[in-house]
């Protein structure tokens, strides 16, 4: 099965979701991690992609929001919302062995997405909040990053082929958490203060 994004009424199979890790100095912080010297990036493969928030049993689950960016013609054409979500404990015992995060980070149903729309003002005014129960829990812009987005572009184009469709996630800013079954999930992409897109999930058990 090929899991889809939407853009301009389109669906779009991303053959990968390349994400960027560290790239906010305050959630650097919040998880004690060391400040990256380049941009840590991972990928999520297409079955990842999903339009669920599921909580796996007996997991803990964490959300990120971030701001997700469309590649089309080795450019960043189009910005949406994504949930990057993370098996924290998965992932805290994985680093502690030194070994790879696939496990924490690559499963099914761990990327999720608003409906992709185009950029029109420009990539360094935008910017992501993230509310839960009506509550803002996470708010961030490019001016927050360690690396922007087309920073990260390049970085990644150095060492890996994009093809149109694939979706780069640009890392996420301080305030993650624990995803709870019935939790109410509202993200929202801005231009300046304008609002160019939002979705919502209500987390399950899954």
């Not at 990036?41 to 669920?52: L, R, Y």
């Not at 009506?134 to 184009?157: D, F, V, W």
């Amino acid at each position: 099965m090929i899991n889809n994004i939407c853009f301009k009424g389109r669906q779009l199979p991303p053959s990968k979701v390349v994400c960027v890790g560290r790239n906010y100095a305050e959630h650097i912080k919040e998880l004690n991690n060391a400040v990256p010297t380049e941009p840590v990036v991972f990928i999520k493969p297409n079955s990842a992609v999903s339009d669920k928030l599921l909580v796996p049993k007996g997991e803990v689950l964490h959300y990120e929001g971030e701001m997700a960016f469309l590649v089309e013609q080795g450019d960043l054409v189009a910005v949406g919302f994504g949930l990057d979500l993370t098996k924290r404990q998965v992932q805290n015992r994985l680093k502690s062995q030194g070994l790879p995060w696939e496990r924490a980070k690559a499963f099914d149903q761990s990327a999720l997405f608003s409906e992709f729309v185009p950029i029109t003002d420009g990539i360094e005014i935008l910017s992501l909040e993230l509310f839960i129960n009506g509550q803002l829990r996470q708010q961030g812009g490019c001016n927050m990053m360690l690396y922007s987005p087309l920073e990260l572009l390049q970085e990644i184009k150095s060492f890996i082929s994009l093809v149109d469709g694939d979706v780069l996630m640009t890392g996420t800013p301080a305030g993650v958490g624990e995803v709870i079954a019935g939790d109410v999930f509202l993200g929202r992409i801005r231009s300046g203060e304008r609002l160019l897109v939002e979705a919502n999930w209500v987390a399950a058990e899954g």
